[in-house]
């Protein structure tokens, strides 16, 4: 089954509120005001000049006013109505009638509760009312006037709305053994299988125990030459391009840097994405697009068992998957004999020099498992950290774009730490401002926006209960953007996040902001995630300046698994013009001895084994 829900183009510019919501029939006693409160960054070449901050300043505060307000209204229960359940009115008229307590109460309990319970708000609507926007987006409004959790109704289907922090700290954390991948893993199963992102129950402990060992800290500290080689390809590219003078589309360019980086950290594959198209690149492009086709598709085709034969585009997915699992097969294959061969010996923080890949960690551990499992979770593990990673760096160049004085601060932050080097592990600690703007982008922009889960059973969400089977979207966009929890919620302001504090994470901020998850199934890549985009962006910022390309189109937003820029990201790049500096283009090389503590306070939280 897929999700009817549409996630489409959607401009943050052009939304219009106002007209959503006349589609949206509300089920209780809502009274809509029309203020639009979704505004993402203002959209423009980022050239802007004194007028232009004026405006900006006024659009500002018409917008803390509008949302004032409406929070105030909100806070007074205009909006959020809180039905007596079934149970609770039956109890009511049961006790009116004079009959004994002991019996009202047998009475509401065969019917299916003690009665005292409260009803989730619900509003209903139509799929037509979402269809043009990337539906996080309305989820935002919804959110404003129904409150932290409601259930939202399409016709025979329901999803739970949850954008409170600490019914989000109950699912995800507290309760999670109550809470599958649901709807995720059934889109899922055709590329990831039972890898670790799809995966439930005893299938799911089992993998994470052997894979989040994987990623220790010698190990990340190794991918620092990857990150830096890899970036450095990107930026000789862009070095071409400010020389003739071309425009270049940053996104696809950071899909190919992503995608490079993580095929040589899963599984010691040179996808050299950024230099040539081959086969393996377009199948792999293939088989993601697909899964995000899969997830907005309101019938899932794809089960119909003739449409695979006839769909063209399908036996081409199908081509393309089959090709990028031989090569799977043949890379665990070639893995396997190198295992053989070596001699060295497994221990906690085992690595091969020459390949220092997961695929080669849990091939020399011993890892007891199918090749068709092996295979899924490196599936699931390229998937995962391509997108992801890709969508962060292309949000974070869109919002330095937008803010020349953040892009100022943190060229002279690199500047100062940097100079002409590779970035290694040692640098992070000092690349403070850099990993600010990498936490306040994850904050602005979540990949991805809503985690998905389903209740395995009947339980309390906040006051209200919920039935076995129940669809739940966490909507992450909401709550990094709830006015309730941050000030100016839309402002790109890494200054939010003070450079002597902790690193920000969903256990410090009371799960308001979870941009790599929380509880047993946080994410895996957290701190490689984290140090990739902080090496990429600081050695992009380093060489040169980017600003929208004059004529581009307007940098809108779609989603599918992560969000996505509808045409792309255009930019003039030009190389900076600075002070000679000595050039020491030398790669870092891993003094694993030396290195720092990365999992100080101040540094990135490891993802946990549970
Ligand atoms: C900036 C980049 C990334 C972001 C924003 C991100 C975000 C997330 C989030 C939010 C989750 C939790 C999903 C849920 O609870 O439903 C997750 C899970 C996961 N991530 Fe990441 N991720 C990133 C990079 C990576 C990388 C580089 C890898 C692999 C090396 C990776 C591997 C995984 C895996 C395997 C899981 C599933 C964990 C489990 O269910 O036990 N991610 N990621």
Redesign the pocket.
Known sequence: MATSLSFHQFSPQTFQARDWRRKFRPAVNLKPNGNSVVSCSASGNGRGGPGDDAVKDVERRLEEKRRAELSARIASGEYTVEKPSFQSQLKNGLSKLGLPKEIVEFIVNVTGGSGNYLKIPEAKGSIGAIRNEPFFVPLYELYLTYGGIFRLTFGPKAFLIVSDPSIAKHI?KDNQKSYS?GILAEILEFVMGKG??PADGEI?RVR?RA?VPA?HQKFVAAMFSLFGDATDRLCKKLDAAASDGEDVEMESLFSRLTLDI?GK??FNYDFDSLSVDTGIVEAVYTVLREAEDRSVAPIPVWEIPIWKDISPKLRKVNAALKLVNDTLDDLIAICKKMVEEEELQFHEEYMNERDPSILHFLLASGDDVSSKQLRDDLM??LI??HE??AA?LTWTFYLLSQEPSVMAKLQNEVDSVLGDRFPTVEDMKKLKYAARVINES?RLYP??PV??RRSLGDDMLGKYPIKKDEDIFISVWNLHRSPHHWEEADKFNPERWPLDGPNPNETNQNFSY????GGP??????M??TF??VVAVAMLVRRFDFQLAIGAPPVKMTTGATIHTTEGLKMTVTRRQRAPVIPNLEVSTLNVDSSPNIQEADQIRPASIS
Do not use: H, N, Y
């Open positions: 995800l991948k670790l992102i799911w994470r894979i990623l993580i950290a899963v699931t593990m995962a950290g992801t990673s962060v994850l990949q991805p985690l998905i979870l941009p790599f998850g199934r946080k994410c895996v890549g957290d490689f995630a990739e985009t």
